[in-house]
């Protein structure tokens, strides 16, 4: 806009203008300006884009659990056949060109039993409390929102099941379906959940809700169901009626990128991070060192364990007391004694106020007390992992 005349100020301080302003163009919003919740970091998700996976890029055990792409991990019953996890990289298209360069993929076995009624296969993220109990989210009121969105494809059509569950207190599940997603190609699924009254968050480091989406979900699941509703979290009401073309197709594949929850009644763009800043988000479940023959730590002999005692810096913080895996390691003292262990080191303190933690080796023979030792791995592709996950 610009003013045809001059303003002019007046005895009292105000201003009038002596004609019209001439609008000599228009101005048009490019995209939706959240007016909840803050505009940066507005995403509770870590690591929604699948970008950091500590663990491994591909599992192909038949355990469950977090493998792979962090902060997503999978869990199962009645399966005939090993279900993969992988991350996978994109190449083209969309959401690609949106900056996605990478997915969580689930890939089938052959599940040659069928699909059971008490069969499933369920996909979780899980949101640490306090992080939604300072979301700005008023959880209790039916009339404040959170915002789920995400991108998916899958290799074979069908109308999938999601559901929201809280772990305080009564535990409450809010059910939802993505409608029928056409196979092979990449739908964005946006779902818009309101709070509850009888919905409880607690302001820690616990698990204060799961997000779960499922290829396959059996009918002892689904019965008591009532989609888009908050009730009590039961076994028969994780999610709608079961489709079994997913599960009893071999091969078939079930992808996510994308994640995110936002407070709000609208999906926003998706909020991009840096692969450092996933990364040390991550490193706050999640953290793996190596430990090889290039890559030593230091520690003292404790002869009443037959242990080097070991103080391990860490990237970051840790949310809770942590587990620890780590085998095929050795101890070497300062003479060059060799002494070898495939027993599970022992966490002996660890503080969340410090970014270390110091460990129990086990020795897999005598230990000169307060002796010098190196601590090293004898093989093996783990190396030390330290995994505080809700």
Same mark, same amino acid.
């Given at each position: 806009t610009h003013n045809t005349e001059r303003m002019r100020i007046r005895g009292?301080?105000?201003v009038s203008i002596a004609s019209s302003l001439a609008v000599t163009g228009?101005?048009?919003a490019a995209a939706f300006i959240p007016s909840k919740g803050q505009l940066s970091n507005r995403n509770i998700v870590i690591n929604g884009a699948m970008q950091v996976a500590q663990r491994a890029t591909s599992n192909t055990d038949a355990n469950q659990g977090y493998k792979t792409v962090d902060r997503f991990t999978v869990?199962?019953?009645g399966l005939d056949s090993v279900l993969e996890q992988h991350q996978v990289v994109l190449t083209s298209g969309t959401p690609y060109n949106l900056g996605f360069k990478y997915a969580w993929q689930l890939k089938n076995g052959d599940q040659t039993g069928g699909a059971g009624t008490s069969d499933y296969i369920q996909a979780e993220y899980r949101i640490e409390a306090r992080d939604l109990a300072q979301s700005g989210w008023d959880y209790v009121s039916s009339s404040s929102y959170i915002t789920l969105s995400?991108? %998916? !494809? *899958?290799?074979?059509?069908?109308?999938?099941t999601i559901n929201l569950t809280t772990r305080d207190g009564t535990s409450r599940r809010y059910p %939802? !379906? *993505?409608?029928?997603?056409?196979a092979d190609t990449w739908t964005k699924i946006t779902k818009t959940i309101p709070g509850d009254s009888n919905i409880t968050i607690d302001?820690?480091?616990?698990?204060?809700?799961?997000?779960?989406?499922?290829?396959?979900?059996?009918?002892n699941y689904v019965g008591s169901s009532s989609i888009n509703a908050w009730s009590n979290a039961i076994t028969g009401n994780f999610g709608g009626s079961p489709d079994t073309a997913w599960y009893t197709t071999n091969d078939a594949t079930f992808e996510v990128t994308g994640f995110q929850v936002e407070v709000g009644e609208h999906a926003t763009p998706f909020e991009h991070r840096s692969f450092a800043e996933d990364l040390r988000r991550c490193q706050r479940y999640f953290q793996r060192l190596p430990v090889s023959s290039d890559h030593v730590m230091w520690g003292f002999g404790r002869a009443e364990s037959?242990?080097?005692?070991?103080?391990?810096?860490?990237?970051v913080p840790l949310r809770a007391a942590p587990s620890i895996t780590c085998s095929n390691f050795r101890t070497v003292k300062y003479d060059g004694t060799m002494l070898q262990s495939t027993s599970t080191p022992t966490v002996f303190k660890w503080d969340d106020d410090f970014a270390s933690i110091i460990l129990d080796f086990p020795s897999g023979g005598t230990q000169s007390h307060n002796n010098v030792y190196i601590v090293t791995s004898d093989g093996g592709t783990t190396g030390l992992q330290i995994s505080s996950e809700l």
């Open positions: 009292d301080g105000r228009v101005t048009t869990s199962w019953s995400f991108w %998916m !494809k *899958t290799s074979v059509s069908q109308d999938y %939802m !379906k *993505t409608g029928t997603i056409a302001n820690d480091t616990g698990d204060g809700m799961a997000i779960m989406f499922y290829p396959y979900l059996g009918n037959n242990s080097a005692r070991v103080q391990v810096p860490l990237s």
